[in-house]
């Protein structure tokens, strides 16, 4: 562990899915039930939260725990097997890990922004940084393992 990384409160950075603002949220406090601050509807971070195209560079760099990101689309059928294994993800590391889905048709820049080249890509970041990635559907422990691998 490097010490001049050591974050004191874990937060990150979500758009509302409401009202598409942006809000950082202490994730140190999730049983606080953040808000929006600008909607006032709950965000809820036990699950995972969606980006857009205008969102996603600040909701990667603005986590201080890793963010893994999904694009996906919805007549994708590995994605959709995909689903509740990120669900479980998020619910199961709520605070430590943010899961983020990107759906790429709605998005194009992001996932040609990132040479994502076939659907699912699960991509891992840190500091805002890519890490590792996995391109087609992965079963809970690979991608616990492709998250928990990009430790450093
Ligand atoms: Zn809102």
Same mark, same amino acid.
């Given at each position: 562990m490097n010490a001049? $990384? %050591?974050? =004191? !409160?874990?937060?990150?950075?979500?758009?509302c899915p409401f009202c598409d603002t942006l809000n950082r949220v202490s994730l140190g406090r999730l049983d606080n039930r953040p808000k929006c601050a600008e909607c006032q509807?709950?965000?809820?971070?036990?699950?995972?939260?969606f980006a857009k195209d205008e969102s996603l560079s600040r909701v990667?760099?603005? $986590? %201080?725990? =890793? !963010?893994?990101?999904?694009?996906?689309?919805?007549?994708?059928?590995?994605?959709r097997m995909m689903a509740p294994v990120l669900d479980e993800l998020a619910t199961e590391r709520a605070g430590e890990l943010l899961v983020v889905k990107v759906n790429s048709d709605?998005?194009?820049?992001?996932?040609?922004?990132?040479?994502?080249?076939?659907?699912?890509?699960l991509i891992v970041f840190r500091d805002g940084q890519e890490v590792r990635r996995q391109v087609?559907?992965?079963p809970k422990a690979q991608l616990a393992a492709l998250i928990d691998g990009s430790t450093r």
């Open positions: 001049s $990384a %050591t974050q =004191p !409160v874990a937060s990150a950075v979500v758009g509807k709950p965000l809820l971070l036990d699950r995972p939260v990667i760099s603005g $986590a %201080t725990v =890793p !963010v893994l990101v999904d694009f996906y689309a919805d007549w994708c059928g590995p994605c709605q998005n194009p820049v992001s996932p040609q922004h990132f040479g994502v080249r076939g659907i699912p890509t087609g559907f992965a």
